[in-house]
Nanobody, 115 residues
């Protein structure tokens, strides 16, 4: 099983990026999916999550700017990030989990830099 993130990069304040996470070996429909980030000097934090029933949740700092979604046909998870701020800089990780079994899987991360 692998989760492969893409779409990171460098962008100016106010810009947008869309991150993608393409799992192999698991279906985004069968797990709770989430995006985490680790900013310089800070601990990894949950940014956005989407449950198997498509219910979403966001950390307060990104509400109204970020949107998490999944395309079941493409088996891909997305994070649309708009109005980016320097404090959004960090490595963004995709994660799949199932609280019923304790299973979790992480991607390798993709760097987002906002200046």
């Amino acid at each position: 099983v692998q989760l492969v993130e893409s779409g990171g990069g460098s962008v100016q304040t106010g810009g947008s990026l869309r991150l993608s996470c393409a799992p192999s070996g698991l279906s985004v429909s069968d797990f709770s999916m989430a995006w985490f980030r680790q900013s310089p000097g800070k601990e990894r934090e949950a940014v956005a999550a989407i449950r198997r029933d498509d219910l979403t949740a966001y950390t307060d700092s990104v509400k109204g700017r970020f949107t998490i979604s999944k395309d079941k046909a493409k088996n891909t998870l997305y994070l649309q990030m708009n109005n980016l701020k320097p404090e959004d800089t960090g490595v963004y990780y995709c994660a799949a989990s199932d609280c019923r079994t304790g299973y979790e899987k992480w991607g390798q991360g993709t760097q987002v830099t906002v200046s």
